[in-house]
């Protein structure tokens, strides 16, 4: 850690891919005084905030809200559709696919976890073509779910979720789709409903430029069907008895009301700017980002382009460089913090993370850091970043709305 006598003056650079930087407006309104969560005035905010949901998802089904982490969401989404011993297909995209697989053993399921081999599996996106295959051999259909990651924090993979879907259809699979995008929505395109997903799994510290603490799970018919009959044991989780509370704004247990106000304040932002033109600039972001990186001479994370994420960006170290000795410097330096590598990527790349309240100056100065603490660190660089982000951002101006 800074190990210093006094704060350091301006403010810190948090780059990581989430938690984000939260917005004055979302802190303002979460400042507000806490209501009864009983009373009318908080019904009407259920209410409203429920229907906004719907338009970032892009469903129109229900949306049940957690005053949990993502953590929580992927528990809830497994334990509302799936019973103990039902066999689950996972794809291995990275590090949070992995966490996942491991909770689906701790709940007593049978995943089986597919996926490219070793560290080169963990840069690229999921293969739909082998979830298809895999299916197609499930003749007695014993899969109930497929379970996939849609923007993998760890790499900076988003993956196809519509191909996915299609490569079930071709299968003529009935097995559920359970898709975590904790760190795509509200940053990168993400269709709920025209993807054909049952449980969609997210959280409030990403795109939404919340804090942590609220998840989520939008849920299809399929999977409210599903959890009707299955028998996982849930209390907390259980959505029958949230979706009937929600239905006049309320919710069965003690709601987290203030981070509710700043989700309704979030979920204003993104809608008055229009969900179009935030994916669109999630894009330039990411591609300036990546403008900078080739500069300096360096592989990113993911290897294919056609699935490059707009949330983050892996920035892979040249062989015998400890990327955690860089991060380390860079954040004691510039008081900058970035992601680590996770998992088969520890040590190989630093994250970057171009998300939510962030503007071109903002990834200028993150990528000056990141510069300045790799020449410091002894990376060999064949240019200059700043410079190529620059002129990246000055060549592809975003269009006005």
């Known amino acids: 850690m800074l190990k210093l006598d006094y704060h350091p003056s301006g403010r ?12 004055d407006r979302i802190l303002r309104a979460m400042s507000l005084p806490t209501i009864d969560h009983r009373g009318p005035e908080f019904g009407a905010l259920g209410l409203e905030l429920l229907g906004k949901l719907k338009k970032v998802f892009k469903t129109e089904g229900p949306v049940v809200i957690y005053p949990a982490s993502g953590t929580g969401a992927w528990e809830a989404a497994l334990s509302n559709t799936l019973s103990p011993g039902d066999r689950v297909l ?6 949070f696919a992995t966490l996942w697989h491991k909770m689906a053993r701790r709940l007593q399921l049978e995943p089986e976890f597919i996926g490219l081999p070793g560290y080169e599996g963990w840069r690229r996106g999921v293969q739909a073509d082998m979830i298809e295959a895999r299916l197609r051999e499930d003749g007695a259909h014993e899969i109930q779910a497929v ?4 923007n993998e924090t760890s790499t900076g993979v988003t993956s196809d979720i519509a191909a996915v879907r ?11 789709l359970l898709v975590d995008t904790i760190s795509g929505l509200a940053s990168a395109d993400y269709r709920h409903d025209e993807w054909g997903v049952d449980v969609t799994i997210s959280g409030s510290q990403k795109g939404l430029m919340l804090p942590p603490g609220i998840s989520f799970n939008a849920l299809s018919e399929k999977a409210i069907e599903a959890s009707r009959h299955n028998r996982m044991p849930k209390s907390f989780w259980a959505w029958d008895e949230i979706l009937e509370a929600n239905r006049n704004g309320y919710w069965p247990y003690t709601p987290s009301t203030n981070l509710l106000y700043g989700l309704n304040e979030a979920l204003d ?3 008055e700017e229009g969900l179009d033109h935030v994916f669109a600039r999630h894009q330039r972001w990411a591609a300036g980002v990546r403008t900078a990186v080739a500069a300096w001479g360096l592989d990113v994370q993911c290897l294919d382009p056609d699935v490059y994420s707009p949330v983050l960006t892996g920035v892979v170290m040249p062989d015998g460089i400890d990327a955690d000795a860089v991060r380390k410097i860079i954040y004691e330096r510039f008081d900058l913090s970035l992601g680590m590598g996770l998992g088969k990527a520890k040590g190989k790349m630093f994250r970057i993370g171009h998300l939510g309240d962030c503007n071109d100056l903002t990834l200028i100065a993150t990528l000056g850091g990141c510069e300045a603490g790799m020449q410091l660190s002894g990376v060999p660089l064949a240019g200059s970043g700043v410079t190529a982000g620059l002129e990246y951002f000055a060549q592809h101006p975003l269009d006005a709305r």
Do not use: K, N, W, Y
């Not at 810190?12 to 917005?23: A, E, K, N, R, T």
């Open 269 to 271: 932002m993104l809608l």
């Open 90 to 95: 996972m794809f291995e995209t990275g590090h």
């Open 147 to 150: 379970c996939v990651v849609h």
């Open 12 to 23: 810190h650079f948090l780059q990581i891919p989430g938690p984000s930087p939260v917005p």
């Open 166 to 176: 299609r490569a079930m259809d071709a299968a003529g699979h009935p097995a559920l």
